[in-house]
């Protein structure tokens, strides 16, 4: 009987594809243990915005200057494979605080990719946050920024394990109330277009907020809880709303970088991030705190100038190409952390809920899958350790492309934001070496078909086992 390829499903293209080719062919926690039997260690993210793979000095950037991210990475170590769980806002810090696919707690869709200002639900009450596991523990816990998983009560940080919100509930370009063409709003933006509210806890405390202090005010606020709170075990989510467009600096930072107004924005997030790990030092918190740094997804490539550059990979946000989800990702722990250390391993942002489990020597629950694996064993100094040998790609709550090993299929394609924008389904995968190929510029599927079956495999056991939520992001006040 023939195979036939006109099916809607492109896993099935795929597997058939494959045999027309002829081919043949629970995340446990660490033997590591807590890092000290005093008192557990403090952990703070930085999580930037739309920020690009090569927009800092450490990962090559010709012109932006990052001596505090520099630092981190000279003093700590530096990820050249690490992944978002997703390539836009809401589905990627929805895999960072769970720990799992976003497709597996219903924050993920297909038409409605992220939550917007009339979104009538948010991250699941049944969902385990980060910071509800470190609260277990006796943490206390802090989100400051761009929370972007449901603004309404029920969804916000203090409903969801943090004893404290201050920031902004969604996107910084929200809420838009000025007018006018997108060089016209954004070459030179105001911050009166926009009708952004400014949160502490639930309750709108500015709006519209002035989007020019926003960095300076979520540096202060992180500052100033770590110093509150030295006494005790602290969990921080810094997360910036830059590099985002509308694209807003303090006057300190005004025309201070050769890259424009990117360029100012990011030095002054490079900023934060030093007046946060000088107060980690000045409070001799330094060698009990582990410090992440990194970005929900790539440059937002249709801004152009406005927008990050992935350096060497292709594409950006919205895509499933390596620009717009792998990160750049920096790790700092003094004296447990090893000074100028690099991992090349597959790693994520879902690794940081099984990462911090493993740190208060607490299991992970046996009712749901995770897909993080703990980093400790590579933060202790194993960076060669391969935690996972798969990692999957999906835009919304499609599968779109799937790595294994240094290998990467494309089972769909598709650039994002523009209006040609046009969705390829592709019959016999593209198939990039990674390593040899990290832009993914030559496609060498019908060299390797053997490649490509061990690929659908892989698929064919993931699709099998995989429990999707119904979609949370669809859902509209009102309706």
């Known amino acids: 009987m023939p195979i036939s390829f006109r099916t809607q499903s492109p896993v099935l293209c795929f597997l058939a594809a494959v045999l027309l080719f002829g081919c043949s062919g629970g995340v446990k926690s660490s033997e590591y243990g807590a890092a000290s039997a005093d008192r557990s260690p403090n952990i703070v993210i930085i999580f ?4 690009g793979y090569g927009d800092l000095g450490v990962y090559g950037h010709p012109t932006i200057r990052t001596p505090n991210l520099d630092r981190m990475a000279s003093e700590g170590m530096k990820f050249t494979q690490f992944y978002a769980a997703a390539s836009v806002c809401t589905p990627s810090r929805a895999g960072l605080m769970t720990g799992r696919l976003p497709i597996r707690s219903g924050m993920a869709s297909d038409t409605r990719r992220v939550l917007f200002p009339d979104s009538r639900l948010g991250i699941p009450s049944e969902e385990i946050t980060i910071a509800e596991a470190l609260k277990d523990r006796g943490y206390a816990t802090a989100a400051i920024g761009k929370w972007h998983l449901g603004h309404l009560p029920p969804f916000l940080p203090t409903n969801n394990g943090f004893d404290s919100f201050f920031g902004i509930p969604y996107s910084n370009d929200m809420d838009q109330v000025g007018k006018g063409t997108w060089r016209e709003v954004f070459v030179d933006p105001k ?4 009708n952004l509210p400014l949160m502490r806890n639930e309750e709108i405390i500015e709006r519209p907020t002035d989007q020019n202090l926003l960095t300076k005010r979520y540096t202060e606020e992180a500052v100033g809880f770590i110093r509150e709170h030295k006494a005790e ?24 970088s050769r890259r424009g107004l990117y360029g100012d924005v990011m030095e002054e997030i490079d900023w934060s991030v030093g007046q946060v790990m000088n107060a980690l030092r000045e409070e001799g918190l330094a060698e009990n705190t582990l410090v992440f740094f990194t970005s929900d997804n790539g440059p937002w490539l249709v801004y152009e100038t406005l927008g990050g550059s992935a350096g060497l990979l292709r594409g950006g946000k919205g895509m499933t190409w390596e620009g717009g989800m792998r990160e750049p990702a920096l790790a700092w722990w ?40 703990s980093l400790l064993p590579i933060l202790k100094g194993d960076t060669d350790l391969e935690i996972r040998d798969t990692y999957f790609y999906y ?7 799937v790595r294994k090993g240094p290998w990467k299929a494309h089972l769909i394609t598709e650039w994002a934001y523009q209006k040609d924008t046009k969705r390829t389904v592709h019959v016999i995968p593209l198939l990039y070496n ?20 061990d690929i659908a495999a892989e698929i064919e056991e993931h699709q099998s086992n995989m429990v999707a939520r119904p979609t949370q992001l669809e859902a509209v006040i009102g309706k």
């Open 48 to 51: 930037a915005d739309d920020l």
């Open 191 to 194: 911050t009166e277009n926009w």
């Open 233 to 256: 075990p602290f969990f921080v989510y810094l997360a910036h709303s830059m590099v985002h467009v509308p694209l807003f600096r303090s006057e300190a930072f005004e025309d201070v």
């Open 334 to 373: 003094p004296g447990t952390i090893a000074a100028g250390q690099v991992s090349e391993s597959v790693t994520s942002t879902m690794d940081f809920f099984p990462t911090a489990l493993d740190l208060t020597g607490q299991k992970l629950a046996t009712d749901r899958v995770y897909d993080g694996q």
């Open 395 to 401: 835009r919304g709550a499609t599968l779109y492309a």
């Open 434 to 453: 990674l390593e040899h190929d990290p832009s993914e510029q030559f496609d060498v599927a019908y060299d390797y078909p053997d490649v490509l079956a």
